[in-house]
T-cell receptor
């Protein structure tokens, strides 16, 4: 069975600080996908990134970066120079591939950026 | 713009009522999913469907059923609503693999059962 663990329930940081959200996953699949979603107070799930299991390159998109480490089954998300607009609940998720695309979510991390 | 549309944003129903939550996607996606979201529990999968008239149980199917008569529409049915089904319900669709593989979520239906 697939499992995603986000051990940090809530994090608060002061604006402009860097913050890392942790994600650890479990799967028996050799091919799988990892996702991060943002859920602002409006409630909609906003897609941030998808990474497949064969691509361990880290990715940077503006102030966001992701660190995928297969050896530790982790897919961590870092926000650099945080802003108030980053306040949201962030979900890490995992799916299989090739007919096993059920998406399994972690319990989420509520991030609050203090002005 | 591609969309997953859920028929109601807010819904209030009485205990024992039969409740239908409707979801429509316009992306010709094969896969459709129903999740419920509760504080501290994240999103939990109720049912999913890989094709028309096909359905599979997710992690918490008890008290729910689904219907997929057309590719674009996936309905969640609460046969006899109970107060512990008060929750946010999210519908999603996805393609089957490929470079554009990803999930699109609806805006959610906040259901209150009184």
């Amino acid at each position: 069975a697939q499992k995603v663990t986000q051990a940090q329930t809530e994090i608060s940081v002061v604006e402009k600080e860097d913050v890392t959200l942790d994600c650890v996953y479990e799967t028996r699949d050799t091919t799988y996908y990892l996702f991060w979603y943002k859920q602002p107070p409006s409630g909609e799930l906003v897609f941030l990134i998808r990474r497949n299991s064969f691509d361990e390159q880290n990715e940077i998109s503006g102030r966001y970066s992701w660190n995928f480490q297969k050896s530790t089954s982790s897919f961590n998300f870092t926000i650099t120079a945080s802003q108030v607009v980053d306040s949201a609940v962030y979900f890490c998720a995992l799916s299989g591939a090739f007919g096993n695309e059920k998406l399994t979510f972690g319990t989420g991390t509520r991030l609050t950026i203090i002005p | 713009d591609v969309k997953v549309t859920q028929s109601s944003r807010y819904l209030v129903k009485r205990t024992g009522e039969k409740v239908f939550l409707e979801c429509v996607q316009d992306m010709d996606h094969e896969n459709m999913f129903w999740y419920r979201q509760d504080p501290g529990l994240g999103l939990r999968l109720i049912y999913f469907s890989y094709d028309v008239k096909m359905k599979e149980k997710g992690d918490i199917p008890e008290g729910y059923s689904v219907s997929r008569e057309k590719k674009e529409r996936f309905s969640l049915i609460l046969e006899s609503a109970s107060t512990n089904q008060t929750s946010m319900y999210l519908c999603a669709s996805s393609s089957t693999g490929g470079i554009n593989y990803g999930y699109t979520f609806g805006s959610g239906t906040r259901l209150t059962v009184v």
